[in-house]
């Protein structure tokens, strides 16, 4: 077995795309002391996701802290693990300890920086592998490219030369990323909504977007609120459909929407 093929079967912390929901929690690499760690699943239609918890409460210290982990119809999907240097065991630096996992899959095949935050896109095994660090806390982001192309399409927007084509939704949300990243909603909030219902796209794909799209468009209110001059009710009752309509998409949601429509409502008053 030559270099590439062995690079190609390195798992990313213990896992891989075939990875079963059973097997995950005996498979995942996690470092440091794991005493009182706590698994949940919780299943919705055919939707499973496994979460794991090591709290400092607890007596338990590791790496990654917690992460939750996304199946569908028993097919890993995408995962994100946290990571923390409050959390994590002591002495074990947090950034030398992602760099040591993701040096395994080579150089990025892109960066993406905005204020306070540092991302470095992998590709390795059909999967994206997302690191975005944060100060003292991190996020490890997988993605089964061909079930959840999110992390793909994120890194071509920041100019990976990768294939879009055959990811149904990615390059309506590649465009979306990039409209958001220069904060043109009025690009971005489409673009999104396009991805979001493509109907070859894998489900839990189209529920991410979904979430990114409300946020998009909570966003796009609030700008527009700072740009009016005068905050007339036909711009309010526009503004509580377009709320309305972000909360069907995001149920989870509701309550900083309808918050958010509360502010706007009294500042419209004043």
């Known amino acids: ?35 009182g760690e706590k698994w949940t699943r919780q299943v919705t239609d055919a939707t499973e996701i496994l979460a794991f918890e090591c709290a400092p409460d607890a007596g338990c210290n590791s790496h990654p ?15 994100t693990m946290q990571f923390s240097r409050e959390k994590g065991p002591q002495g074990k630096h947090l950034t030398h300890y992602v760099n ?16 306070g935050r540092y991302t470095r896109y992998y590709a390795h095994s059909g999967m994206t592998i997302a690191w975005v660090q944060d100060g003292d806390e991190a996020q490890v982001k997988i993605y ?8 793909r399409a994120e890194a071509v927007a920041l100019g990976a030369q ?24 009025s690009s971005a909030v489409p673009s999104f909504k396009a991805a979001s219902e493509n109907q070859k796209a894998h489900p839990i794909f189209r529920e991410q977007v979904q979430f990114i799209l409300a946020m998009s468009i909570a ?21 509580a459909k377009k709320i309305d309509y972000a909360k069907t998409l995001a149920p989870e949601l509701t309550s900083q929407l309808n918050q958010l429509l509360e502010t706007f409502r009294v500042e419209t008053t004043k």
Do not use: C
């Not at 490219?145 to 992390?151: A, F, H, T």
């Not at 990768?162 to 220069?182: I, S, V």
């Open 1 to 35: 077995m030559n270099l590439a093929w062995l690079l190609l079967a390195i798992p990313v912390w213990g896992l891989e795309p075939a990875i079963t929901l059973t097997e995950l929690p005996q498979r995942l690499s996690v470092f440091g002391r794991l005493d």
């Open 65 to 79: 802290s917690s992460a939750v982990f996304y199946f569908h119809r028993s097919k890993f999907v995408s995962g």
């Open 144 to 151: 089964v490219d061909r079930l959840n192309p999110v992390g």
């Open 219 to 239: 966003t796009s209110l609030k700008a527009e609120f700072r740009q009016q001059s005068k905050k007339t009710p036909a711009w309010l009752r526009a503004a």
């Open 100 to 115: 040591r996992h993701v040096s395994r899959f080579g150089k990025p095949i892109a960066v993406g920086q905005t204020v």
């Open 162 to 185: 990768l294939n879009l084509e055959d990811y149904p939704g990615a390059g309506a949300y590649r465009m979306g990323y990039q409209a958001l990243l220069k904060e043109d909603w």
